[in-house]
Nanobody
Framework: QVQLVESGGGLVQAGGSLRLSCAASGRTFYAMGWFRQTAGKEREFVAGISLSGSNIYYADSEKGRFTISRNNAMNTVYLQMNSLKPEDTAVYYC?????????????????WGQGTQVTVSS
């Protein structure tokens, strides 16, 4: 059974940090990514990483603040979020793809976690 389980969300003040984790099980995943969604808006790409970690992409608004990484031995992908802003408030989703290279479109990800809430207060 394929499963992605996120953890690490919570409430933090602006300027603070959070580290999200996504534990994957059930099969080998290649590219993995983080997306976020707020009420009434489409799910948007945050960051993506290939299996080897050699291909990493970020949304422009996250460059320099967020870092995606993965530990393949533990089948876990992480999102370190620093200098958080109130506009980062959203439900964050882990996603896994059968493709080798991450893409920004959620349509290219076949498996999704249940999401974890991140709230940044001003």
């Amino acid at each position: 059974q394929v499963q992605l389980v996120e953890s690490g969300g919570g409430l933090v003040q602006a300027g603070g940090s959070l580290r999200l984790s996504c534990a994957a099980s059930g099969r080998t995943f290649y590219a993995m990514g983080w997306f976020r969604q707020t009420a009434g808006k489409e799910r948007e790409f945050v960051a993506g990483i290939s299996l080897s970690g050699s291909n990493i992409y970020y949304a422009d608004s996250e460059k320099g603040r967020f870092t995606i990484s993965r530990n393949n031995a533990m089948n876990t992908v992480y999102l370190q979020m620093n200098s958080l802003k109130p506009e980062d408030t959203a439900v964050y989703y882990c996603a896994a793809s059968a493709f080798a290279v991450p893409t920004t479109s959620p349509l290219n990800y076949n498996w999704w976690g249940q999401g974890t809430q991140v709230t940044v207060s001003s």
